[in-house]
Nanobody, 124 residues
Framework: VQLQASGGGLVQPGGSLRLSCAGSGSIFDINSMGWFRQAPGHEREFVATITRDDYGITNYADSVKGRFTIYRDDAKSTVYLQMNSLKPEDTALYLC?????????????????WGQGTLVTVSS
């Protein structure tokens, strides 16, 4: 499984960005896809995840609920993260990940496949 993340950039506080994560390879084996982020000097933290079944179950970190939305386009094998009302504390390297787990896991240890990440900087 290969994951290609894109869409990061520099945005002002209050602005929006949409991140994309395109999957390829043996993705039939993947049941959940998610986003994590890591700021300098901080641990990698969970952001959002979605299952790839008909239910599309989602989970969000409390810090992004109501501001971020994760959704998918199965025809493109792509998962998106729409980020609105961005804050400086959202600045981080955003990494997409894929897991065989079916329950939209929030623990990074559940994810066996990782993309290279895309940098998001929120600053005026």
């Amino acid at each position: 499984v290969q994951l290609q993340a894109s869409g990061g950039g520099l945005v002002q506080p209050g602005g929006s960005l949409r991140l994309s994560c395109a999957g390829s390879g043996s993705i039939f084996d993947i049941n959940s896809m998610g986003w994590f982020r890591q700021a300098p000097g901080h641990e990698r933290e969970f952001v959002a995840t979605i299952t790839r079944d008909d239910y599309g179950i989602t989970n969000y970190a409390d810090s992004v609920k109501g501001r971020f939305t994760i959704y998918r386009d199965d025809a493109k094998s792509t998962v998106y993260l729409q980020m609105n009302s961005l804050k400086p504390e959202d600045t981080a390297l955003y990494l997409c990940a894929a897991a065989r787990a079916t329950a939209a896991p929030i623990q990074k240890e559940e994810y066996g496949y990782w993309g290279q990440g895309t940098l998001v900087t929120v600053s005026s």
